[in-house]
């Protein structure tokens, strides 16, 4: 089945550092999301993208979709307390009925 | 607020227990799922709903039982729960279940068996 994975699952950095996260999907995406979630709370969506190398900013945050559309990351450039989160992307695949599928997240820790 | 409300958000129960956990959504969406969120895994997709009709479902123990009245609410039976279901249950719903939709997000019920 559709599997989509997430890299590193774990990163640490100091205020003003920058962060990415990567996700590759084993089949073509239609499309992909990100969300966030905040220590005990829940998955919030921060964008979607559908085009073949299409590239979205919000601010300090910068998303990409691959050229495949197997691939996509999220950078944050400069790094602040309020980023700590857990960052999910997510696939719907061409070939599986278009359910969303997860990431495992990566766990983003900021040390002021 | 998300306009996605789970009840209730803590839940601690036996395994000869039989509860119930509620999702309403007042989006006007015609899709609800249920995830599972256990420590250091990915959210896992359990059920789907399309229009009230079960759209997905990934073989899910039948200890767990969903049921969707209408297109805005959603339950998740459970009996004889495993400790090993301890977990994070999140709802959600989105305006469809295919196609360039994002999904809306609960805040969860967690779950404790013990």
């Known amino acids: 089945g559709q599997q989509v994975m997430q890299i590193p699952q774990y990163q640490h950095v100091q205020e003003g550092e920058d962060f990415t996260t990567y996700c590759n999907s084993s089949?073509?995406?239609?499309?992909i999301q990100w969300y966030k979630q905040r220590p005990g709370g829940h998955p919030v969506f921060l964008i979607q993208?559908?085009?073949?190398?299409e590239v979205k900013k919000q601010k300090r945050l910068t998303f990409q979709f691959g050229e495949a559309k197997k691939n996509s990351s999220l950078h944050i450039t400069a790094t602040q307390t309020t980023d700590v989160g857990t960052y999910f992307c997510a696939g719907r695949s061409i070939n599986q009925g278009g359910k969303l599928i997860f990431g495992q997240g990566t766990e983003l820790s900021v040390k002021p | 607020e998300t306009g996605v409300t789970q009840t209730p958000r803590h839940l601690v129960m036996g395994m000869t227990n039989k509860k119930s956990l509620k999702c309403e959504q007042h989006?006007?969406?015609?899709?609800m799922y249920w995830y599972k969120q256990s420590a250091k895994k990915p959210l896992e997709l359990m059920f789907v709903y399309s229009l009230e009709e079960r759209v997905e479902n990934n073989s899910v123990p039948s200890r767990f039982s969903p049921e969707c009245p209408n297109s805005s609410h959603l339950f998740l039976h459970l009996h004889t729960l495993q400790p090993e279901d301890s977990a994070l249950y999140l709802c959600?719903?989105?305006?469809?279940?295919?196609?360039?939709?994002?999904?809306?997000f609960g805040q969860g019920t967690r779950l404790t068996v013990v």
């Open positions: 959600a719903s989105s305006q469809t279940w295919t196609g360039v939709t994002e999904a809306f």
């Open positions: 993208l559908v085009k073949s190398g």
């Open positions: 989006l006007g969406h015609n899709a």
């Open positions: 089949t073509t995406l239609s499309n």
